[in-house]
């Protein structure tokens, strides 16, 4: 079986495509258009296997996509190629329309085409899976809405979640434009009859996480000893998801799911913002002490702090429009698929800080190409 994977070089893409050619017997075709947040490092250490393919290829190019279906043949297509960062949508939302609405549609149209010239049994087993975020469903209640400053543990509230019924409602230029993705993939199975799939993810975190996002940003500028900006007071709730783990929720659904379906996927690890800060910083501790770092002033640590990287945190302005809570319910893709994470936040986070240790040259090589 030959999957296509969009978005191939990014974070996600990246840890799918690794995940399929170490794992499984299957062939990975990489398209990625290699953007700022795309690098093919992430995939090097499967690269010269005889089962990857990589093309260069903007999905909004429909004759560069249009070549790459009828050159390489795919049974499955799975759909990950978009812009991602928040912060980023906010101050130039133009490219966040264009690909993840406009390419997006551009590889529907693409992948449609060349579904109805497809015989028999490859007929029937194409899939189409589009990959996407809970923040399309906007935010939730908040634990400080129920019992404000009550100091009681996320674990011990009863909370909603977000389900596949839950109504759209996005609040930023990105999850605005996957909602309209998500839109337009379900529009292409039931006008056309596409066979598609949805997932819809909680807040991934793992290795090759690229540096602008709060965890890996977070380790980076405490090893270089600067300022960990934090939103707000930090109070904002995600659910953190190890991104091994999604991808093999992904795999799952593209090759066993309903077609038709949604499939949340979610890590049961709902966090605040800071709390995530204050454990990356313990845990460096551990692994790469502060007294031991050139870059930490560990004499101008407050008197008792058992971590002198927590010094380091500053409260910034907070992102217009910021979702309070995002919090995934799980239970369809457990029940209907069997798949549950294998990791906890507190065994993914230790991975992930020491991964980031290990590899201080890919985050060097990253930085300088941004």
């Not at 997006?104 to 579904?115: C, D, G, H, K, S």
């Not at 819809?200 to 709060?214: A, M, R, T, V």
Request: glycine share 6%; with cysteine; proline share 5%.
């Amino acid at each position: 079986m030959k999957i296509l994977v969009t978005g191939g070089a990014g974070f996600i893409g990246s840890a799918l495509v690794r995940h399929i050619i170490q794992d499984t017997p299957y062939q990975v075709v990489n398209l990625d258009k290699l953007t700022y947040a795309g690098n093919l490092l992430s995939v090097a250490s499967v690269s010269d296997n005889s089962r990857y393919a990589f093309e260069q290829v903007d999905i909004c190019d429909a004759e560069a996509v249009k070549r790459v279906f009828s050159q390489h043949q795919p049974d499955i297509v799975m759909h990950l190629a978009a812009e991602s960062h928040v912060d980023r949508s906010i101050t130039g939302p133009a490219d966040f329309i264009q690909t993840n609405i406009v390419g997006t549609y551009t590889l529907l149209e693409q992948a449609r085409i060349y579904w109805l010239k497809l015989r028999d049994e490859k007929k029937r087993q194409f899939r189409f899976h589009h990959i996407s975020t809970d923040e399309v469903y906007g935010d939730l209640p908040h634990p400080d809405d129920i019992q404000p400053s009550s100091g009681t543990g996320l674990s011990d509230l009863s909370l909603p979640l977000f389900t596949e019924q839950t109504a759209y409602a996005p609040s930023s230029p990105y999850s605005a434009s996957k909602a309209a993705s998500d839109h337009l993939v379900r529009a292409w199975l039931r006008t056309y009859e596409l066979p598609t799939l949805v997932t819809n993810c909680s807040n991934n975190y793992g290795p090759y996480h690229y540096p602008e996002k709060l965890i890996p940003l977070t380790i980076l500028n405490a090893l270089k000893g600067e300022v960990l900006p934090v939103y707000g007071r930090g109070q904002q709730i995600r659910d953190w998801l190890y991104v091994e783990d999604h991808v093999r929720a992904l795999l799952l659904v593209a090759t066993q799911g309903k077609l038709g379906e949604t499939y949340n996927i979610g890590g049961h690890n709902e966090k605040r913002n800071i709390d995530v800060v204050k454990t990356i910083c313990q845990i460096l501790e551990k692994l790469a002490p502060s007294e031991s770092n050139p870059n930490i002033d560990t004499y101008s640590c407050e008197p008792g702090n058992a971590s002198c990287y927590s010094e380091l945190i500053k409260f910034v302005a907070d992102r217009p429009g910021h979702d309070r809570r995002y919090a995934i319910d799980a239970s369809k893709i457990e029940r209907e698929l069997g798949w549950i994470p294998q990791e906890t936040f507190e065994s993914g986070l230790e991975k992930t800080v020491q991964w980031y240790l290990d590899n201080q040259a890919w985050c060097q090589a990253i930085q300088a190409q941004a």
